[in-house]
């Protein structure tokens, strides 16, 4: 599998669990305590040559720089965020984003990990016992 294997849009089907069934719900664990119970809501996305990427659900639209490592089968997702975004300050002082040529600032990489690959499907890692289920969008 190679990067361009990835280019296009992945469709965000559903969330299950190590048994293969779909979970709607889940909980929602925070610095290791239980904070109640989460609505699965993942992102689809839109991986382009050119190394940029669009992710997005019905709540949120993000875009940013994507690299895939071959070595490890991960996506490396590098959020952009704009100069003039409310939580930069914040982002700057705790060093969680560099500043690029393009005037825009990137966090450091999100990674996903693809357990399973084949042209029109994958399966990336989520938290613990759980699975993202993905189809390529013709």
């Known amino acids: 599998m190679t990067e361009d294997d ?5 469709e965000f089907i559903e969330l299950q669990d190590e048994n293969g069934d779909k979970q709607t719900k889940i909980p929602l664990i925070r610095f290791g305590r239980d904070m ?3 609505n699965v809501n993942r992102d689809s996305y839109i991986f382009k040559e050119d190394g940029t990427y669009k992710s997005f659900n019905p709540l949120n639209v993000s ?3 994507w690299y895939f490592d071959k070595k490890t ?3 490396n997702l590098e959020l952009q965020i704009a100069p003039d975004h409310k939580f930069l300050p914040s982002l700057k002082k705790a060093k969680l984003v560099k500043k690029r040529k393009d005037g825009f600032y990137y966090q450091k990489p999100v990674i996903r990990k693809i357990l399973m690959y084949s042209d029109d499907a994958m399966t990336i890692a989520d938290r613990e016992k759980y ?3 993905y189809k390529r969008k013709e």
């Open 131 to 133: 699975v993202l289920i």
């Open 73 to 75: 089968k991960e996506i």
């Open 6 to 10: 990835l280019i296009g849009e992945w």
């Open 36 to 38: 109640g119970i989460e």
């Open 63 to 65: 875009v940013g720089t």
